[in-house]
């Protein structure tokens, strides 16, 4: 499959006029914002943009966008590989202020000063908001075994080693 570059920025509503389609990608070198969260952007964004007008006569971006990134399992500290894949549906607003007036399904996306969206902006966002909140390898996957892992039980070492705090039970008898 060719390789084809997503333009920087379209203009939504003639492009939803024309119903385009966009399918391209976006280099791993221009993904700076996304490579600030994560260990590294392994691959080139995988990109397809619909532009078209809803019956509620709205202009709706309909897309999805794939890219591989390496993150740090917060179980064992390694890096691993996670496929960021994300189905996004954005209508364009001139000021945050009209995006109360959208349905639920739609996100809206603020255009600039010359009307147009920032392709790369938008699916970076998109991106950074998949990202897991705690990432961490699969179970069969992670070098940190269940028996290593503890969860609510001390071990005899920790429980038999006296509280740093009992000083402070007197205080508060005095």
Known sequence: MQKVKLPLT???YKDAQRRMDYAGCISASQLSRLGEFVGNVLSDAQVTLSLYIDPQKLTVIKGTAMVEVSLDCQRCSNLFTQTLDCTFYFS??????????LPEIYEPVQLNEFGEINLLDMIEDEFIISLPLVPMHSFEHCEVSTQEQVFGELSNELASKPNPFAVLANLKKN
Do not use: R
């Not at 364009?92 to 007036?101: E, G, K, T």
């Open 10 to 12: 379209i203009d939504p």
């Open 92 to 101: 364009p607003v001139s000021n945050m202020n009209q995006a109360d007036d």
